[in-house]
């Protein structure tokens, strides 16, 4: 069993950072994938970013690349979502997710169904 609890959520202006943290629990999290998804009010959660259990491979949907950055401390079980130059389309609910698998690339990781465990998710807020 795995627990997910995100933190770093707020309301902030366009074109400001923020950095969402994730921290997982259980004696297995460091040993799979992990993900950031988001959701906004009548949307679908989306794919936002993934990065391999040994943090060595990481991919972006087009929208938040060159802006977001993942990455994960695995001796602190805690996955990070840096996010510059924040957009009004941003604004979601952001949820951080542990994957079934080790390893993310074009065939895993971009989909809500590749992960088992589920943050309660943390909202992001950007007026313009």
């Known amino acids: 069993q795995v627990q997910l609890v995100e933190s770093g959520g707020g309301l902030v202006q366009a074109g400001v950072s923020l950095r969402l943290s994730c921290a997982a629990s259980?004696?297995?999290?460091?040993?799979?994938?992990m993900g950031w998804f988001r959701q906004a009010p009548g949307n679908e959660r989306e794919f936002v970013a993934a990065i391999s259990a040994s943090g060595g491979t990481t991919m972006y949907a087009e929208s938040v690349k060159g802006r977001f950055t993942i990455s994960r401390d695995n001796a602190k079980n805690t996955l990070y979502l840096q996010m510059n130059s924040l957009k009004p389309e941003d604004t979601a609910v952001y949820y951080c997710a542990t994957a079934m698998a080790a390893a993310v690339g074009s065939w895993f990781g971009r989909r809500v169904h590749d992960y088992r465990y589920w943050g309660q998710g943390t909202q992001v807020t950007v007026s313009s």
């Open positions: 259980g004696r297995t999290s460091s040993r799979y994938a």
